[in-house]
């Protein structure tokens, strides 16, 4: 590594800005080390991670070509530590591991872990570090998998971590998936640039459309309309990162104006686990935020619409059989592009490539 995280102290690295941060997390062959933020990934690297995923699960339709995979990263482990609730990215990175032969250990309930005893988050993961090569989180605080990948880099055993979704604050390999699924929905479209895309719903705390924004902005001309009911709007601090590089924006509350415009329509559910009173979310009327068949009519023949899920109500039942509805493959896209991050970190890209090569 060019900059190393054990060359820095905590109050230092932390007081950086993200992309100051970015050297300090990557290998020296510019792929991720730790995965931490949206902000380590820039056009070259999400194309280079588009291109292995694309790779894999080509590789992966053979027998043949899922043993090759398999015995890619026979030799790791993985601890899964996930304080917070997860399906998707719970199951999709551990599809992901089983594709590369990594083995995975878990911890899901802190309650039943020696941190029920009273023992530090610190002590926790380094606790992991003694049996495990990668460390994937998903924590309910801010910022924790940044100070745990200090706290590792500066241990006697450093491995590396992949932000599995921090607060309301990051999920980095989200926004993979999602970039990913636009570059595969309109690879025969032009491809990612020149779009206009719509984020609606409670985009105040959704940590994927923070992540996804911010990614968004490595590609040309993307325009960004975010429609929410006014306490649930987005944060001045993705607005600020849009201003300083140019890209165009609009908030609004219009929906159906936006969908109008929209190459891609993006859901989110309202995030009422962090309401700071209770009823909190329920006193905001969310109605005229809900996509359903009067929306469907609304859109564009060649946009889609995606959702991280879960969902609620805010996408009706009778949209999923629409062609446009694209959150189900979004979802299967978390399982290959989780591969090939997972097969970057571990340095089998080349082998991967090779193989794509010689066999396809
Ligand atoms: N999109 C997402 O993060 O889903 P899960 O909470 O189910 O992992």
Known sequence: MSKRLANIAWETFSALPLTEKTPYLMQPDGVPYHTLFAQQFDYALLDQLATLANEIRAIAKTRVGAEFLRQQVTHKRAMLYFSQPSSRTF????????????????????????????ESREDSVRT???????????????????????VLSNSDRPIPI????????????QSLLDIYTL????????????????????????????????????????????????PLQVGTDVLAILEQKGVPFLRTDNFHAAI????????????????????????????????????????????IIMHPLPRRDEIALAVDSDPRAMYWRQMRN???????????????????????????
């Open 334 to 360: 978390g399982m290959w592009i989780r591969t090939a991050l997972i097969a970057m970190t571990f340095g089998c890209e080349k082998r991967i490539h090779d193989y794509f090569r010689h066999n396809h």
């Open 183 to 230: 570059l595969r929905s309109f690879e025969r479209g032009g491809g990612l640039r020149d779009k206009t895309m719509v984020f609606c719903g409670d985009l105040l705390r959704g940590r994927t459309v923070r992540s996804l924004s911010y990614l968004l902005t490595n590609y040309p001309n993307i325009r960004q309309i975010f429609v929410a009911p006014e």
């Open 91 to 118: 199951l999709s990175f551990v599809s992901a591991c089983q594709i590369l032969g990594v083995q995975t250990g878990e911890v899901r309930d802190t309650a039943i872990s020696s941190e029920f005893k009273g």
């Open 128 to 150: 992991f570090s003694s049996y495990f090569d990668l460390i994937i989180m998903r924590t309910p605080e801010k910022g924790l998998a940044e100070h745990m990948a200090w």
């Open 162 to 173: 992949i932000n599995a979704g921090s607060g309301q604050d990051q999920h980095p390999t």
């Open 260 to 303: 109008r415009e929209a190459d891609a329509v993006y859901m989110t559910r309202i995030q009422d686990e962090w309401d700071n009173a209770k009823g909190e979310s329920a006193a905001i009327d969310t109605s005229r935020f809900k996509f359903g068949p009067a929306e469907l009519a609304l859109l564009p023949p060649r946009a």
